[in-house]
């Protein structure tokens, strides 16, 4: 196996063709990790979730990091990591920028349907209010492997 | 797709299969996460590692947040999220439980590769010591989803 660095535009490129990656926040020196559906648009990551544990958190502290991956075996994947800042799509100074971030989401099946869930599951809402966010991306690494031949 | 919570025996019978995660960690209000092989044992997650940016992190703070999945499709998924405290395996006084993690994780091909293979990629080091630590699982839960029948 060959592990090389990719370049940022190596970077950028991956991410264009992700939709699902994990978040982690943290709050009072303990992080918190979750998978969630996102959309990658000119250094922006957009997601859209519900309320809860990490939406709380990045509203108090917005510094976030985010890993998107593919893995096709141990010896063959890339792996991106993205540091940036949690900015939340209010309406109305969002409001553009909102439904870009509802277009572009949409194109994935199911993209509504987790987070809408996963809230259902846990604390029973009928009437849930979709929040979109963006990561705004300050920085990116990358790691692929291949298979030595 | 309908979304339930695991039960805590479902969650650590889920982490029995894992092989592996996302780890997160945070410094200084900076979240970081990384994927790396792991596996489970009465309420530890073992992972080999080596010297780098996370177990940096971990020595300082030891709070960590591992997300466990198994995806096979964005409607048919388990996800389990454990919060837990870093543990280094330190010779001599874990050297029966480093032991066990070297066992454990060599079952898996590839298990020493990747963080060798990435950490020669980053930083052109030869001669690499492993570090091996164990995530001492404070609490956990989880989620499935399924497809509607």
């Known amino acids: 196996m060959i592990v090389t660095e990719l370049t940022e535009p190596e970077c950028f490129s991956f991410l264009e063709r992700a939709w699902f990656g994990r978040l982690a926040c943290c709050k009072d020196n303990q992080p918190y990790v979750v998978q969630l559906g996102l959309v990658y648009r000119e250094r922006c990551l957009y997601v859209l979730s519900t309320l809860g544990q990490k939406i709380e958190w990045m509203r108090e502290n917005p510094n976030v990091c985010v890993s998107v991956d593919e893995i096709a075996s141990q010896a063959d994947w890339t792996s991106v990591i993205v540091t940036g800042t949690y900015r939340e799509l209010e309406e109305p100074r969002y409001e553009d920028e909102r439904a870009l971030a509802h277009k572009l989401l949409e194109k994935h099946r199911h993209f509504w349907e987790n987070p809408l869930a996963e809230r259902q599951a846990k604390v029973g809402d009928s009437l849930i209010d979709p929040i979109y966010f963006s990561v705004d ?13």
Chains 1, 2 share one sequence.
């Open 137 to 149: 991306i300050a920085s990116v690494t990358g790691l692929r492997a291949t298979p030595a031949s």
